[in-house]
């Protein structure tokens, strides 16, 4: 039973940041952009009880984690108002890209100070329960942050992809993904999670989800172990 439990802490401590973090990036570069909605909303708190949706932030994504899916979720939305942003159509994009950058900025960051961690233990060293808990939560903190800034970069209303196509597109386009906005989420559900049911060949997330999850995960497990030296990761 304990041992689930610090498992399921492993797990629930750094979707929270992850996903926290990516929220408020999002309020930071409003603000940054003319926008100080979400600072005069008291938005931009690092607190998690400001920003955690039960059921996105904590049940959704740690099922897809205990599944071996990608991770992903939502906060409670920081809010935005384009009209107060200085050029509301390129602002939007980078306010979109916002999120998903600082969950790879993190992601890296954090590879490095598990390297660092594994370098200071040596070949022989046992880190004691405090710091294998550390060490757990580092690592599931590196997959979920890139699980969620890749999967936030699907070009599909809502998500932070299709606000950053918005901002790269003529209007006449812009305007269509507008009007698809309000019915992305159940296109996407409709995509990813009702037709892979009904034809397994087609199952999206596989094909399309994980192969740069995967490739990212890589990329930082050989920093690691760049930095960690000669030594088993």
Do not use: C
């Not at 041992?3 to 990036?25: D, G, R, S």
């Not at 952009?33 to 008291?42: H, W, Y």
């Not at 594994?118 to 590196?142: C, D, E, K």
Request: proline share 11%.
């Amino acid at each position: 039973m304990m041992k689930t439990l610090i498992e399921a802490a492993a797990i629930i401590i750094p979707l929270i940041f992850a996903i926290v973090f990516h929220e408020v990036a999002h309020g930071w570069m409003a603000r940054a952009l003319g926008d100080p909605t979400a600072q005069e909303q008291r938005r931009l708190s690092l607190n998690p009880l400001r920003h955690v949706d039960p059921f996105g932030t904590i049940i959704l994504p740690g099922a897809l984690h205990l599944a071996g899916l990608p991770v992903f979720g939502w906060a409670k939305p920081v809010p935005v108002n384009y009209s107060r942003l200085r050029n509301p159509k390129r602002d939007m994009a980078l306010v979109g890209a916002a999120g998903p950058a600082i969950n790879f900025v993190f992601a890296v960051l954090t590879a490095v100070i598990v390297g660092v961690t594994l370098r200071a233990l040596g070949p022989a060293g046992m880190p004691g329960p405090v710091l294998a808990f550390a060490m757990m939560t580092l690592i599931n903190f590196i997959t979920v942050n890139i699980s969620l800034g890749l999967f936030n970069l699907l070009p599909l209303p809502p998500f932070d992809g299709s606000r950053i196509l918005r901002g790269l597109l003529p209007w006449p386009a812009a305007r269509l993904l507008d009007r698809i906005e309000p019915f992305g989420i159940i296109v996407f559900f409709a995509i990813f999670v009702i037709l892979p049911q009904v034809w397994p060949s087609l199952h999206l997330a596989d094909r399309v989800l994980l192969p740069p999850v995967q490739w990212a995960g890589h990329q930082l497990d050989a920093l690691i172990t760049l930095i960690a030296g000669p030594q088993p990761v």
